[in-house]
């Protein structure tokens, strides 16, 4: 950790100490996800916060580690590149866009399926307002930014070779990031995902990543190759 730069070693430092407090306040009867986490704009707990927030928020080990060993593989090679300051910016603006990102998807799910109803029957019996089942649309995780950050290494670094599970073979940084992104896009669309994952944030984290290196690209703040 202490060769780590300074924006990634505090941003894994926070997202850390959130969630030990997180397991902390459990004990107590209080759920910082519901709290800090993102709730859909429609809901009685959103906070404009949130956008911000939630991204420093995890739901369980795995999310985290996950999370925090791509910003440590990945992120550190880019604030070298980039510095401190753009690397942060970057890294909050790709997980604020994946929020919106979400917010919008949610928003588009409500319209399509539940503005009609006042209530949401759970099954066996269970049947709670409209406003309470809203609340429990809860987002949390740095996935958006790190799928931002995926992105940024691969446009910087297109011929780079990484392994990813399954393939018993290195590919090229660029197809990497299509493969997930292709994967992120299906297994949204997908009725039947059912995971609890925000796929669509995942690629709302790639699309502002885009818009943003090509903006800094056109304003010759950064260099590189860019080309997949």
Known sequence: ?????????HLIGINALMFFALIAFERTGTDL????????FLAPDFRPYQLVTYMFMHGSFTHILFNMFSLWM?????????GPKRFLTYYLITGIGAGLVQEVVQYIYYSTYLSPYLSVNLGGGMIIPMAEYLNMWTTVGASGA???????????????????????????????????????????????????????????????????????RKKGKINGPYIF
Do not use: C
């Open 1 to 9: 950790m202490r060769d780590l730069p300074v924006v990634t070693k």
């Open 33 to 40: 996800n519901d709290l800090l986490g993102l709730h859909i």
């Open 74 to 82: 990945f992120g550190r090679i880019l604030e070298q590149v980039w």
């Open 146 to 216: 790190v799928y931002g950050i995926l992105l940024a290494f691969a446009m910087t670094f297109p011929n780079e070779r990484l392994f990813m599970i399954p393939f018993p073979f290195p590919i090229k940084a660029k197809y990497f990031v299509m493969i997930f992104g292709i994967l992120e896009l299906l297994t949204g669309l997908s009725n039947n995902a059912g995971d609890n994952v925000a796929h669509f944030a995942h690629l709302g984290g790639i699309l502002f990543g885009i818009i943003l290196i090509l903006y800094w």
